[in-house]
């Protein structure tokens, strides 16, 4: 999670996360979410959790 954190405040155009809820309490998938509706660039996102189809 932390590496997922750092990528999101590195700089950089696009991301690329495969399951990045996996193993999160609901708290962690919520500071995740609202990381990435700020991230400023392209994201794609690998998810079977419906928490993450609303990015």
């Known amino acids: 999670m932390l590496r ?3 990528a999101l405040n590195a700089e950089c155009n696009i ?4 399951e990045p809820s996996n193993h999160l309490d609901s708290e962690s998938i919520e ?4 990381a990435l509706k700020k991230f400023n660039g392209i994201g ?6 419906p928490l993450c189809s609303g990015i």
């Open 4 to 6: 997922c954190f750092k």
């Open 15 to 18: 991301l690329f996360l495969d």
């Open 31 to 34: 500071l995740m979410l609202n």
């Open 44 to 49: 794609i996102i690998i998810s079977h959790n």
